[in-house]
């Protein structure tokens, strides 16, 4: 919430810099405003390339994607697991507890044990559903690690 306080601030800036005609003022408050926009929208995805079979985890800095590009082959299966988010209700009891199942697809490495997280789903048959479909699009195999009780992997 800072950094997008201080872009908004820059934007600010600006316009009143822009009033007052001191043009260099405005253009570099406008250039400080865009670059904490961006740095606080921290925009971040997954890219892949089917023709070359690689896959990127990049990182948006306006219409430029940084990321480096790894082969899907290192990758051998698409696999699915379940997380739990635990919420107090109230402060008074140890007891009143919320819990939030999230479904998470990842790309998967089980020989290294390493994964790249592709999406996260609330409806565990929507994610079976994304994981399968998926799986079937990169010809991999699909494995469903809630049931082969995997706990952890190290996230790429």
Known sequence: PFIAMAALACFILCISFF???EILAGVVS???GLFSLNWALDIRGIELNRERKEIR???ALFWWRMG????ISEYN???LLQENV???TTRFS???TDTFHYYRIYLVDEINNKAIFLAEMSNFHN???SAKRIAELTGMTYVNLLKKGIRKVSIV
């Open 86 to 88: 635990v919420v107090r």
């Open 30 to 32: 406008l250039m400080v």
């Open 68 to 71: 480096r590009f790894t082969s």
């Open 127 to 129: 994610a079976d559903i």
């Open 57 to 59: 985890e990049y990182k």
């Open 19 to 21: 009033i007052d005609l």
């Open 94 to 96: 140890d007891h009143a």
């Open 77 to 79: 299966a698409i696999g």
